[in-house]
Structure formats: C-alpha cells, structure tokens
C-alpha cells in the first residue's frame, strides 16, 4: 500500500509542477540566488519588418513601463550594470525561434508556435548572457498583416502590425510570469496586495501563486476563499490545491460541503489533490457525504477527488453512480453527464488497480 501511495503521490506532483516550477529545480543554488535577486532587467527590443530593422523605440518603452509595474529598473544602455536581459524579438513575418513540439511551455496557449507566420513578438531572457528556457509569444489576430491592414483600410501594414502588437505587450501579463519564473513572490504579492489592482489581474496572480506552490501566499488565499468576490475566491481554492499544505484541509472540507455553491466544485478539487498528496485518508467520509450532491459539477469534482485517493469504502457508491449513467453517451448526452461518468470509471479503476497491487 505504502509503495502505490507513493507512486499516486509521485504522479500527482508530476502533473502538478509547473514549467517554471520544472525549470527553477533544474537550476543551481547560486542560479536560483540570482534570479531571486534580479532587479536592473536590460531591456532589448529588436523589430522586423517584411523588409527589415524598424524603430522599436515605441516597443521598448512599453516593454520598460510594463516591468516597472513590478518595481524592476529597467536598463536600456547594456554597457549598464544589470542583473539579467529581457529580449523580445517583433516581426511582421515570425521566423521560428521557440521550444519543441511537445512538453513544458509548448503545451501553453502563449508558447512559441511552429506553424504561425504572422506578426508575432518572442520573448525570452538572458542570465549571465545565457538564454534560458523561458519563452513566451504575443501574436496578433491575423496573420496576414498586409491583407490585414488593407480590410481595415490601416495603411501601411508594418505600422498597422506593429501597433497591434504593441496592444498585445501592453495586455499581456509577461511581467508576472517572469516574476514568477524568477520565483520573486515579494514582488507578486505586492501587486496582490494593491487596491487598485483590478480583479482580473488578482485571479491570475492567485494561480501563479498556486503554481510557485508558495506557502507564504496561504493566508491571502484563506482570506481570498472567504472573501466578497467569487472569482477571486475560486482561483484561492484552486491554489490551496496546487500548494497542498495538509493543514488547509479542514477549511476545504467546510468550504466543499457548506461553502458558496460555485465555490464546492473547486473546493472538492483541491481536497482530492491535497489529500493524494499527504495520503490522508480522512478526506473520504466527506467526500463521500458530497457525492449524494444533486449538483452535477461539484459531483463530477468529487469523484475524481476519490480517486486520486483510492479506497474500498469509495467502491460501492462510486458503482452505484456509474449504474445509474449507463445511458449516457459521449454524442447524445448532456456534456456535464459525460464528463461525471469520466470521472466515475476513471476512479473505479484506480480502485481496482489499488486492491490489485496490494
């Protein structure tokens, strides 16, 4: 038994670590030093043309006005002291420059891609004049800049193209993620913490903190679980998940049987990540308690929950539900009942395979 546990729990770390969480165990002490301290951040902007070097003077400030919004200084002269170089690369045509086709960032809506052609800007930064692993990609709409800006009557498509661009680095939140990627979560917490940080930007730093598996963010994700707004509230109980500090159990427990009703689905999430993760037995009762829910979604959450954590006592009811979706199809049927019935069969052979391995 102590042998699957482990391997369960093996798998689930596996499918939780992040790439930059990946990327950060693969570095040296003093790399990991480095990064933590990374605070002048040169800041070289190349643009490209159909017929070559253009100004990226425009591109570079906002690029720099962007990083200040993290307290970094930013360095354009690199005969300058810095700590590390951010380079992004804009085109109106992209060339290909990115990661590989399959695993870490290529799996992520923002990496590098292979097949676009379009305008495009890549992002990427030096340490020590070494490129790292990080890479992220900004593109526009279209991917025909000409045809593009002849539709919107635009002019000049370099122009045309290089503005849209410009609107994605000035939407786009590389800032935190390579705030993140340098593990400096004083930095992201500072912008959390902000009151004028509007709410959208809140929720996704709640998911890098998540993804940092940062301790120190539990107490903003307690108070963000039981606070006013819902989407923020949702994203900390997800996070607690990814952190899987076995004390958080409890809370998440209440918040899955007795909590706001779009709050226990994410709820019962995390429980079943947390409670894999320390092989805590005791999350099954109430996960049990809640599969008798009449609300879909959160049943649907439970029972994969149950089966990160495989146990006899899951067996029955587990079998008694998937009875009762026996006529429920993947191409005829309420896709929220589909997917319940993934996750019921899945866990059911995680049930088999752990009395089979016993």
Known sequence: MRCLLSFVTLGLLLV??????????????EQKNQLEHID??????????????????????????????????????????HDAELKIKC?????????????????????????????????????????MAWRKEVRTEFDDAQAAAALAKAGDPTTFAMAKLQSRLEEYDFPALITAEWGQEARLFRLYDD???????????????????????????????????????????????????????????????????????PAAKALGIVGALHGDFTIVDPLLETLNTDDVAVKTEVA???????????????FTLQKSLYRVHENDSDPNLVKLKEAVNWSIKQIDTWEHVQ
Do not use: H
């Open 16 to 29: 939780l670590s992040d790439p930059s969480w990946a990327r950060r165990e693969s570095l040296t002490v």
């Open 40 to 81: 002048r951040v040169l800041i070289t902007v190349l643009a490209l043309s159909d017929k070559g070097n253009i100004d990226a003077g425009p591109l570079a400030d906002v690029v720099a006005t962007r990083m200040k919004e993290f307290d970094y200084t930013p360095v354009t002269d690199p005969t300058q002291p």
């Open 91 to 131: 085109e109106q045509r992209k060339t290909w420059e990115g990661t590989t086709t399959m695993g870490s960032d290529a799996d992520l809506p923002d990496a590098p891609s292979r097949i676009w052609k379009g305008p495009a800007c890549q992002l990427g930064y030096l340490l020590n004049g070494k490129k």
């Open 195 to 265: 009151p004028k940080t509007p709410i959208a930007r809140k929720v996704k730093l709640v998911a890098l903190f998540g993804e940092l598996f940062s301790v120190k963010a539990i107490p903003r994700l307690l108070d963000g679980l039981n606070g006013p707004d819902r989407s923020i509230a949702k994203a900390s109980a997800l996070a607690l998940g990814n952190i899987g500090q076995k004390d958080t159990i409890p809370v998440l427990i209440k918040t899955m049987k007795s909590g706001a009703p779009d709050l226990r689905a």
């Open 304 to 318: 994969w929950a149950l089966g990160k954590l495989p146990d006899m006592r899951a067996y029955e009811p587990l």
